[in-house]
């Protein structure tokens, strides 16, 4: 069941549009999903979200 899952989520799963302003808490800058709550780390250096993301 996971497999499909996986693919369902690939192919009409959250795109992260719309996100939070930036965070910095305990050392940590970040943006949140305003959708699905999935948090993206955020560089001030360059100025946007980086690719990676994390999930807690």
Known sequence: MKPLLSILQF????RHRQR???FT???RTYQVCLDCG???EY??????SQRSSVTD
């Open 20 to 22: 939070s302003g930036v």
């Open 11 to 14: 192919a009409f799963g959250c």
């Open 38 to 40: 999935q948090e993206f």
């Open 43 to 48: 560089s001030w250096d360059l100025m946007h």
């Open 25 to 27: 808490i305990k050392k």
